[in-house]
C-alpha cells in the first residue's frame, strides 16, 4: 500500500510518499550499496525504498519483475511496525546527512499517528566504533529517546509492518535541502562552544589515509601545506575521524577560522554561526557542485564562506587505470605560498 505524505515547503511532493508491506521478509546480505538489504512480500523482490533511481524519479512500485523469489526459510519474527531507514549511500558522511537521515522527517510525522512505530535499520549503520559510528551518534543526539530494531548481518527477519519511505532529499540535488538543514541546526544547537586558544584550525585529511579509508582524492602534498599553516598561523591542525559527532559539532562552532579542502566533512558548516569564516580549497573535480551547495548552505544557516578556487591541479598522469571513477584521483596544490598570503589576510 502507498500513501503519500504533505510535507510543506517541499519542493518534491510527487517522492512525497511510503509503501508499507504487511508480514515482508528483510535479509541484511551482508553485501554493499544497496544489495546490503533484500525485501521479499508475497514472493516478489521488493525494490521501493530500496533502490535510488526509482525513489528519485518518485516512481510507486513496489517490486522489481523478478519471478518468483523464495522467502526466507530461517528468520526472526518481529510483531512490530518497523519505519525502514536506510539508503544505500548512507554510509558516506553527507549522504547519511541528507539522502539517509532526511527520511527521518517522514518518520517524525508518521510517529506522531503511530507512537508504537520503531525505527528499523542495518547493523552496519548502528555501531558503536569504527567509520560509521557516527550516525548511531547522530540519531541518539536528535532523538532524546528512540527504540531501534537493528537487522543484523546475515540475518532474517519477517515484519508484521515493513514501512519503506521513498526519497525525500538527495544530495547535491539542487533543491529541496531546506528542510532538512533546519533539522541538522537544531540538532547541533544542543550543543555548546568550547574555548580554543588558536584563532583558526584546518581539517586534516590525513586520519583517511592513516585508517585506509579514502577516495584516492588525496591532496599530495597537504603535509607541506599543514607544516606551513601550523608554523605560520599557529592553527590547530584537526583530524576528524578522532572526534565523535559532539567533538566534530565542538570544532565547526568554536573555532573563528576553519580551512579545509572539498570533501564530504564539508556539511559540518552547517553546525557553525555567523562569527566562523569557512574558507574552502577547491578541487578541480568535485569543487563545482560541492562550493554550490556550500554556497546555499552558509546563505541559509547565515554562516561566512569563502571558496578558493584555480589553486591545485588534477593529476592526471596518477590516474589509476582500474579506478572506475573519474572523481577518485589525486590532486596537487600549485601555489602554497600565494594560499597562504590569503590566509594571513584573513587571520589578520
Known amino acids: 500500500m502507498v500513501d503519500y505524505i504533505n510535507i510543506s515547503n517541499n519542493l518534491h511532493p510527487n517522492r512525497q510518499f511510503y509503501t508499507t508491506l504487511t508480514n515482508s521478509y528483510l535479509t541484511n546480505t551482508g553485501k554493499e550499496g544497496e544489495k546490503i538489504l533484500k525485501v521479499v512480500h508475497n514472493n516478489k523482490h521488493v525494490k521501493a525504498g530500496i533502490h535510488k533511481d526509482t525513489?528519485?524519479?518518485?516512481?510507486?512500485?513496489?517490486?522489481?519483475?523478478?519471478?518468483?523469489?523464495?522467502?526466507?526459510?530461517?528468520?526472526?519474527?518481529?510483531?512490530?511496525?518497523?519505519?525502514?531507514?536506510?539508503?544505500?549511500?548512507?554510509?558516506?558522511?553527507?549522504?547519511?546527512?541528507?539522502?539517509?537521515?532526511?527520511?527521518?522527517?517522514?518518520?517524525?510525522?508518521?510517529?506522531?499517528?503511530?507512537?508504537?512505530?520503531?525505527?528499523?535499520?542495518?547493523?552496519?549503520?548502528?555501531?558503536?566504533?569504527?567509520?560509521?559510528?557516527?550516525?548511531?551518534?547522530?540519531?541518539?543526539?536528535?532523538?532524546?529517546?528512540?527504540?531501534?530494531?537493528?537487522?543484523?548481518?546475515?540475518?532474517?527477519?519477517?515484519?508484521?509492518?515493513?514501512?519503506?519511505p521513498n526519497c525525500f532529499y538527495w544530495f547535491p540535488e539542487t533543491q529541496g535541502h531546506d528542510i532538512i538543514v533546519e533539522k541538522i541546526k537544531e540538532t547541533a544547537n544542543k550543543i555548546k562552544k568550547i574555548p580554543v586558544k588558536s584563532k583558526g584550525?584546518?581539517?586534516?585529511?590525513?586520519?583517511?589515509?592513516?585508517?585506509?579509508?579514502?577516495?584516492?582524492?588525496?591532496?599530495?602534498?597537504?603535509?607541506?601545506?599543514i607544516d606551513r599553516i601550523k608554523n605560520e598561523l599557529e592553527y590547530d591542525i584537526i583530524e576528524l575521524m578522532d572526534y565523535d559527532i559532539i567533538g566534530k559539532i565542538q570544532i565547526f562552532k568554536s573555532y573563528k577560522n576553519i580551512i579545509q579542502q572539498n570533501s564530504a566533512s564539508n556539511i559540518n558548516l552547517i553546525f557553525s554561526g555567523p562569527e566562523t569564516k569557512h574558507l574552502i580549497l577547491t578541487n578541480p573535480r568535485m569543487g563545482e557542485w560541492m562550493n554550490f551547495k556550500l554556497g546555499q548552505f552558509s546563505n541559509q544557516i547565515n554562516t561566512n564562506l569563502l571558496t578558493i578556487n584555480n589553486v591545485?591541479?588534477?593529476?592526471?598522469?596518477?590516474?589509476?587505470?582500474?579506478?572506475?571513477?573519474?572523481?577518485?584521483?589525486?590532486?596537487?596544490?600549485?601555489?602554497?605560498?600565494?594560499?597562504?598570503?590569503?590566509?594571513?589576510?584573513?587571520n589578520n
Open 201 to 225: 584550525c584546518y581539517i586534516s585529511r590525513q586520519d583517511t589515509i592513516k585508517k585506509g579509508w579514502y577516495h584516492k582524492r588525496n591532496l599530495v602534498n597537504e603535509n607541506e601545506l
Open 55 to 164: 525513489q528519485k524519479m518518485g516512481d510507486p512500485n513496489t517490486y522489481y519483475s523478478d519471478n518468483f523469489i523464495k522467502n526466507p526459510v530461517n528468520f526472526n519474527i518481529i510483531d512490530k511496525d518497523v519505519f525502514l531507514l536506510f539508503d544505500d549511500a548512507g554510509l558516506n558522511y553527507a549522504h547519511f546527512f541528507f539522502d539517509m537521515f532526511g527520511k527521518c522527517i517522514y518518520f517524525d510525522h508518521l510517529k506522531k499517528e503511530n507512537p508504537n512505530l520503531k525505527l528499523g535499520i542495518a547493523q552496519e549503520y548502528w555501531t558503536d566504533t569504527g567509520k560509521n559510528n557516527y550516525i548511531k551518534q547522530w540519531l541518539n543526539l536528535y532523538y532524546d529517546n528512540i527504540e531501534v530494531v537493528i537487522f543484523k548481518t546475515n540475518k532474517s527477519y519477517q515484519i508484521k509492518n515493513l514501512i519503506l
Open 312 to 346: 591545485g591541479k588534477y593529476l592526471t598522469e596518477e590516474l589509476d587505470p582500474n579506478e572506475l571513477n573519474p572523481d577518485n584521483h589525486p590532486w596537487e596544490l600549485t601555489n602554497i605560498d600565494g594560499l597562504m598570503e590569503v590566509f594571513n589576510q584573513i
